[in-house]
């Protein structure tokens, strides 16, 4: 089977109705992966990019969106959130005044984690980063993040910061996907698709 080195791979919010999302909350995220992607759809010609990868194992969660640049995966999680100001304090997010516990990368990262150590079993080793970029739900009223929320190990960016990290790392990992990591990441996307 033919695989690619540049170009998309898969369908941004594939996964949304797999996991059991109610109808509401599938809608939102679904619309989040979607801006997402018209983002990214400019990197194509540039790096390999793949939509809603579902790993092939026991895991609630997929990873939103890669970019795979050289020997490099930047792995993006959408988010659309209500507006306001989300900020870290003392290294617990917050949005305005209150405490806000779904502001977490940690479905992204354990997925990262589970992917890693996949191709690690076909002795392929990319150089891995994440982030977590954020559309506003609503475009009258402003969804700001901090740039206090980018200095986390899976930094959280404001979705207007996107291209500016893509770029950076398309500077870091330049040129096509290399061609075992490319094959070997749409090996697992079709045997997560086939898992649903």
């Not at 400019?42 to 790993?55: C, E, K, P, T, V």
């Not at 895991?59 to 100001?85: C, F, M, N, Q």
């Not at 940690?106 to 990262?112: F, G, M």
Request: aromatic share 6%; charged share 25%; proline share 5%.
């Amino acid at each position: 089977m033919a695989f690619k080195t540049t170009g998309v791979v898969g369908t941004a919010a594939a996964g949304m109705t797999d996991q059991g999302f109610d109808a509401s909350r599938a809608s939102s995220g679904a619309r989040g992966e979607g801006l997402t992607a018209a983002i990214l759809r400019g990197y194509s010609d540039r790096a390999l990019i793949i939509h809603s990868l579902r790993l092939p194992v026991k895991l609630k969660t997929d990873i939103d969106h890669l970019v795979v640049s050289g020997e490099g995966i930047l792995a993006i999680d959408s988010k659309l959130w209500r507006p306001g100001y989300y900020h870290g304090w003392f290294g617990t997010p917050m949005r305005g005044v209150r405490r806000e516990p779904h502001v977490s990368a940690a479905a992204t990262e354990k997925a990262l984690e589970v992917l890693t150590s996949m191709l690690g079993a076909d002795r392929i080793d990319p150089e891995t980063f994440s982030l977590v970029a954020v559309h506003g739900a609503k475009k009258a009223e402003s969804t700001t993040v901090s740039s206090s929320l980018s200095w986390r190990p899976t930094p959280i960016i404001g979705a207007a910061k996107l291209e500016d990290r893509v770029e950076k790392f398309l500077t870091l990992h330049p040129g096509p996907a290399e061609d075992r990591l490319a094959r070997a990441l749409q090996r697992i996307h079709r045997k997560g698709r086939a898992r649903r």
